[in-house]
């Protein structure tokens, strides 16, 4: 099974896909103007700003429900695998997909705000599948991404983050005395096989309390767990930094020489950097993949524009300052790997002996600061990113499965995919992180593959809204969507909201 899974990981992640995701970059960012520079202070203004409804939730609850699904594990487990294999300098490309993504995030995120509609329970839903077809024409390329989605983020992504969980928490049990001794029996297996599962079946259990809750109860869980996970792990990465300030000067110029293969020891490296770089890159901040519209699209404003501002600044935060974060308190503290890219070759680097890439990095790097502490404190941090990424998966499996049911409400197939979701927890638990990472590797280039080519055809309504905003704004007014004075067509629920409004 794991060499079938690695080959179709293979195809899917190849470099063309790479080389689409930060093509289209860097083409949104030349044909939005780069808004993302010009647009950071009404960026900051929107995310704090915004109403909320019965029908969908405020602009920076919207953002909580995105930024849940962009910052999970990727955004520790992953960046450590870019630094493993593909050295210091792909965080210099992360740092370059995240600057380009971020008008990537815009074009897909006001898209859905374009095209959103609402469902049988009066609730606010969009996403790729919905402005693929009333954009597109394309109802099979749809009902095609919307099938991927709900595979990948109810059945295939959600191991990632279970895997991570279970396994940062064994990294911090190892040699406490909380944990007990880890080569006995539990559950009639393997200790360690068996605290995976323990873990894993605890995890599905908080996750069946929330998301039987519904949307709302998901919006209201990620506003308050997001923003708290994210600043304090920050804080810990600053307080890694200053404990060892004198490497600083170092760790930047080691990013930098590594990225464009000047340095000696990664020099052959430069390639694997880009490609890493950008790969977990896209798996982190997850622009152009399709996962932010979903969340985007709940959002309760006056304009699309004004979502889309704001998942562009989700890019700035995920990237810049969490990924970030991870890259230094693991480069400051020396406590990585990079591993030769000629297989049985000795290491380039070997920082850390005996630790596999991953969030094992990480728990080393703060515990060579916090002894008896960094490792918990991690394991903690890795619970909360996982944890609401996995919720925020199971929101946009829920969101493709209400389009493929044609809005109308059925209530086994949500239970279906429920006890799905819960179950894929519990499995991704207890497996292997190889094949763990690599069925979420293929659920995330699926969806990116077809989300991708459908914002570079269909991209002009985002083109159309974000001048048509520009235009208010420098009038003085809250600028308003009238999609008919835009020549936008299929924006129904819009147009419905004018002829309301008259």
Same mark, same amino acid.
């Given at each position: 099974?794991?060499? *079938? ?11 063309? $896909? ?119 024409? $394309? ?13 990948? +983020? ?14 940062? !928490?064994?990294? /911090?049990?190892?040699?406490?005395? =909380? ?15 068996? =605290? ?27 506003? !308050? ?12 990465? @600053? ?28 020099? /052959? ?26 969340? #985007? ?28 974060? *991870? ?17 049985? +070759? ?8 005996? @630790? ?7 728990? #080393? ?15 903690? /941090? ?53 094949? +763990?990472? #690599? ?10 593959? =077809?989300?991708?080519?459908?914002? $570079? ?31 936008i067509k299929n924006a129904d629920f819009w147009r419905q909201r004018k002829q309301e409004m008259q």
């Amino acid at each position: 099974m794991e060499a *079938t899974v690695h080959f179709i990981n293979s195809i899917i992640w190849s470099k063309a $896909l790479i080389a689409v995701c930060l093509g289209a970059g860097l083409f949104f960012s030349l044909r939005t103007r780069f808004m993302q520079i010009r647009g950071f202070l009404e960026m900051c203004r929107l995310t704090v700003k915004g109403e909320k409804s019965d029908a969908g939730v405020s602009s920076f609850q919207a953002l909580a429900m995105s930024m849940a699904g962009r910052m999970g594990i990727g955004n520790i487990a992953g960046v450590a695998t870019a630094i493993a294999f593909g050295g210091p300098g792909a965080i210099f490309w992360m740092w370059v997909m995240g600057f380009f993504g971020a008008s990537t995030s815009y074009v897909e995120c006001t898209l859905a705000q374009i095209y959103k509609t609402k469902d049988a329970e009066g609730r606010y839903r969009g996403g790729p599948a919905y402005y693929i077809e009333k954009a597109m024409g $394309l109802k099979w390329y749809a009902m095609a991404f919307a099938l991927a989605t709900i595979v990948a +983020a109810g059945f295939l992504m959600p191991g990632v983050q279970a895997n991570a969980i279970a396994d940062s !928490i064994i990294n /911090a049990c190892r040699g406490s005395a =909380l944990c007990g001794p880890m080569d006995g029996q539990m559950f009639g297996m393997d200790a360690v096989q068996g =605290l995976k599962l323990g873990i894993g079946i605890v995890v599905a259990l908080l996750l069946g309390v929330v998301i039987f809750g519904g949307v709302k109860r998901i919006a209201t869980f990620a506003e !308050i767990v997001v923003p708290f996970m994210a600043a304090a792990f920050i804080l810990m990465a @600053i307080v890694i930094m200053v404990v060892n300030y004198d490497r600083v000067p170092d760790m930047f110029r080691l990013i930098f020489d590594s990225a464009f293969g000047t340095h000696a020891a990664f020099g /052959a490296m430069m390639g694997l950097a880009v490609e890493w770089g950008i790969k977990r890159g896209i798996y982190a901040n997850e622009a152009g993949q399709g996962s932010g519209p979903h969340a #985007a699209a709940a959002s309760e404003v006056s304009h699309p524009a004004k979502q889309g501002y704001v998942q562009a600044f989700a890019i700035y935060f995920d990237t810049m300052m969490v990924c970030t974060a *991870t890259a230094f308190l693991i480069l400051a503290s020396g406590t990585y790997n990079v591993y030769s890219p000629v297989a049985g +070759a000795a290491p380039v680097f070997q920082g850390l002996a005996g @630790i596999p890439e991953g969030a094992g990095y990480a728990q #080393a790097g703060v515990e060579a600061v916090l002894p008896g502490w960094g490792a918990s404190f991690v394991a903690i /941090a890795i619970f909360f990113f996982a944890f609401t990424t996995i919720m925020a998966y199971y929101y946009m499996a829920e969101t493709n499965l209400t389009y493929v049911n044609q809005n109308k409400h059925r209530p086994l197939t949500v239970l279906v995919l429920r006890l799905g979701i819960i179950g894929m927890v519990v499995f991704g638990a207890f497996n292997n992180a190889t094949l +763990a990472w #690599a069925l979420g590797d293929i659920g995330v280039g699926l969806m990116a593959w =077809l989300n991708i080519i459908a914002i $570079l055809i269909i991209q002009k309504p985002a083109m159309l809204a974000l001048r048509d905003y520009e235009r208010q704004k420098q009038m003085g007014l809250d600028p308003v969507f009238d999609p008919d004075a835009l020549g936008i067509k299929n924006a129904d629920f819009w147009r419905q909201r004018k002829q309301e409004m008259q």
